[in-house]
């Protein structure tokens, strides 16, 4: 199975701050990767798909990049609504896609 | 507006089968993939399977022996059963519509089941 590291774990930030999220795959997974967005008690939301793609209805201060391994999902400007947890999944190998562990954004 | 809804026994005896249903309202599955996924608190959401609206199927390898996913079409529904359960398998579990073997659109709310005696 592809491994997907997500850091930090924990992320304090206030309202406006400029956040930054890193996934790792344990092995190349082109631009096969998603983003989402989770709060407590209720489904993943999904913001970004193929590394980059804004998925339709979300707000255009959710960005990201990258490729292979590595890659980033972006907060312009963070909002009250934006604390929740974040998760990354791969889906080249789709036997089984495979999901970080999740990055909780916090308030300061 | 798509939405998807989870049904089924919230309590499940250990070694028995784990049975639940996903009802799809608001658009057709026909042309999806229909996925289960669950999680466990603190963790990130562990794929179990899909069904393709033509019965097609495919199963995470680490729970392949004990899952089974079916489709009923003319109901729009899906359904899941794990079999032989133990506590490790107590998790919220929800059922998710992908347009190919990628990301996850719509998803359910999710429904808690549990394992205990």
């Known amino acids: 199975d592809i491994q997907m590291t997500q850091s930090p774990s924990t992320l304090s930030a206030s309202v406006g701050d400029r956040v930054t999220i890193t996934c790792r795959a344990s092995?190349?997974?082109?631009?096969?990767l998603a983003w989402y967005q989770q709060k407590p008690g209720k489904a993943p939301k999904l913001l970004i798909y193929k590394a980059s793609s804004l998925e339709s209805g979300v707000p255009s201060r959710f960005s990201g990049s990258g490729s292979g391994t590595e890659f980033t999902l972006t907060i312009s400007s963070l909002q009250p609504d934006d604390f929740a947890t974040y998760y990354c999944q791969q889906y080249n190998d789709y036997s089984p896609t495979t999901f970080g562990q999740g990055t909780k954004v916090e308030i300061k | 507006q798509v939405q998807l809804q989870e049904s089924g026994p919230g309590l499940v005896k250990p070694s028995e089968t784990l049975s639940l249903t996903c009802t799809v309202s608001?658009?057709?599955?026909?042309?999806?993939?229909c996925n289960w996924i669950r999680q466990t608190p603190g963790e990130g959401p562990e794929w179990i399977g899909y069904i393709y609206y033509s019965g097609s199927t495919d199963y995470n390898p680490s729970l392949k022996s004990r899952v089974a996913i079916s489709v009923d079409t003319s109901k729009n529904q899906f359904s899941l059963k794990l079999n032989s359960v133990t506590a490790a398998d107590t998790a919220v579990y929800y059922c998710?519509?992908?347009?190919?073997?990628?990301?996850?659109?719509?998803w359910g709310q999710g429904t808690l089941v549990t394992v205990s005696s």
């Open positions: 092995q190349s997974v082109s631009s096969w």
């Open positions: 608001g658009g057709s599955i026909s042309g999806y993939y």
């Open positions: 998710a519509r992908s347009p190919s073997k990628g990301s996850f659109d719509y």
